[in-house]
């Protein structure tokens, strides 16, 4: 069965330094891993996505993210943090199994708070 | 907006009554999904749809809950009987393939 763990429940940073949020992965078959960013009273927004290509991955917004498979994760990196980037961030696995539903698991979220 | 469209934003109802939302999905997407998004938790998936055929559903989906896409257009999903319970956020996502375009969700609140 796949799962995502995200490691932190809240990152706080300072605005123009740099984001790291971690997420940590389970499957049993090659997994497809997105990373989902909502804003309040927004929808759910693709930051970007892995599918078995290129291990680092970039996406919008400046966001990047590196499938590291000995180490089970997929961690979220940003250079350079802008006030707003605060929002709740998904960590997600796609059902990729012999069913290939493409139904996502969801991480549990973490928010990052940009301070000035 | 050629988007995910759902309806309505937002819902209020007392508890024993009947709800339905609708998802108007990506044109082009054969394949439609439901999730529900409790505060403070990321989504949980209830049930996946490709075309008009309900391929699965969670087991969190009670038999209070029924989803349908009539034509393989849009969908609804329908909550009988409401509980306080099933107060949350329900999104439906549609998908070509591998990535899935999120709505802006039908918010729930069962008084």
Known sequence: ?116 | DTGVSQDPRHKITKRGQNVTFRCDPISEHNRLYWYRQTLGQGPEFLTYFQNEAQLEKSRLLSDRFSAERPKGSFSTLEIQRTEQGDSAMYLCASSPLTEAFFGQGTRLTVV
């Open chain 1, 1 to 116: 069965a796949q799962s995502v763990t995200q490691l932190d429940s809240h990152v706080s940073v300072s605005e123009g330094t740099p984001v790291l949020l971690r997420c940590n992965y389970s499957s049993s078959y090659s997994p497809s891993l997105f990373w989902y960013v909502q804003h309040p009273n927004k929808g759910l927004q693709l930051l970007l996505k892995y599918t078995s290509a290129a291990t680092l991955v970039k996406g919008i917004n400046g966001f990047e993210a590196e499938f590291k498979k000995s180490e089970t994760s997929f961690h979220l990196t940003k250079p350079s943090a802008h006030m707003s980037d605060a929002a709740e961030y998904f960590c997600v696995v796609s059902d990729n199994g012999s069913s290939n539903t493409g139904k996502l698991i969801f991480g549990q979220g973490t928010t990052l708070q940009v301070k000035p």
